[in-house]
């Protein structure tokens, strides 16, 4: 089994987050005896994060994912595995998020979780049910009031840290003008072909840690492609390095000191992802790798449709 690294979030928090963590949305879903199965066998392996979401419907197998671990002897407290959830768009509004966490709780069968997250900086309709989003099902969303009851999860214990996901340079400054607590985490889509640099900048500056959703280009989903595990220059680096092209993609994203969520229920590929601490990509690697076309995020996209610019998102989200 490997064991996984683990970095310390920012001083609102004294937990530490292991660099790589198994998310568990899919596309398309699985049922969840599958996922609860997928998530034993990660457990095995060595992963010690867990990546999930009330929209991604994965919250009850991954609680009864623990719970059988717990009995099974393969981690012996609940504090050995680190858990993130979303507070969905549908509950961005002062007075439903400590509700929100609290039905996440539930699902999970736990009375605290490590990590809770703000899905998207937008606030929509109870109606929506699928992508893209209609325009009209877009409301206001006033992000002070959002982080407040984001607050009050953390001040009540909920969560031992909060956070964002999808939140570009402008609307962080927003957060940290006002913040009691600024935000922990920073999740966004990364990888070799969209490198964020600016994004991880400021994060950087200003103590906000990143980790990297779709770190090998989301390739399989209806919103993502091959040009991650299909480059031919990844490729090239993978071969001389005796690796996979994933691999290579996973180590470049950990060098740039974020960190990383894996999606496979694959029990191989699941382990293959692991192998990625015992070695370094060189200069002449991360060179080549810079020169890459850099390709956009695309699940916002599939997300927004075409009226994506209702979130004046003025990074590289």
């Not at 993130?84 to 709780?105: C, G, H, N, Q, Y």
């Not at 953390?154 to 600024?182: D, M, W, Y």
């Not at 490198?195 to 990143?210: D, S």
């Not at 293959?272 to 790798?289: A, G, P, V, Y």
Request: with cysteine.
């Amino acid at each position: 089994m490997v064991t996984v690294p683990e970095v310390s979030l920012s001083s609102s928090c004294s937990r530490t987050i292991p660099v790589i963590g198994m998310g568990t949305s899919s596309d398309p879903p699985v049922d969840p005896e599958t996922a609860k199965s997928a998530i034993i066998e990660a457990i095995k392996a060595g992963y010690r994060h867990f990546d999930t979401a009330f929209a991604y419907r994965t919250e009850q197998p991954l609680g009864e994912a623990i719970a059988e671990a717990l009995r099974l002897g393969l981690i012996k407290s609940r504090d050995e595995v680190f858990i993130t959830t979303k507070l969905w768009s549908s509950f961005a509004e002062r007075d439903l998020i400590v509700p929100s966490i609290k039905m996440s709780l539930r699902n999970l069968q736990l009375d605290c979780i490590d990590l809770f997250l703000i899905h998207w900086p937008l606030r929509l309709s109870p109606e929506v049910r699928g992508m893209p989003i209609p325009k009209e099902y877009l409301l206001p969303f006033d992000i002070k009031s959002v982080w407040e009851g984001m607050e009050e999860c953390q001040n009540l214990g909920l969560t031992k840290a909060i956070g964002v996901s999808n939140f570009s340079c402008k609307r962080l400054e927003e957060i940290l003008s006002f913040a009691k607590i600024p935000p922990a985490v920073n999740q966004v889509e990364m990888n070799p072909l969209w490198r964020q640099k600016q994004l991880r900048e400021f994060c950087k500056a200003k103590g906000i840690h990143i980790t990297a959703y779709s770190p090998l280009g989301a390739n399989g989903t209806k919103w993502g492609d091959n040009r991650v595990v299909g480059s031919e220059v990844l490729e090239e680096i993978a071969k001389a390095r005796g690796k996979t092209t994933a691999q290579v993609s996973l180590r470049w994203v950990y060098e740039q000191g974020v960190s990383l969520v894996t999606k496979s229920y694959n029990k191989e590929r699941m382990r293959e992802n692991l192998q990625i601490f015992d070695w370094s990509l060189t200069e002449e690697d991360l060179n080549k790798i810079s020169q890459l076309p850099q390709r956009k995020g695309v699940l916002f996209a599939s997300i927004m449709g075409p009226h994506d610019s209702v979130l004046e998102l003025d990074a590289e989200i």
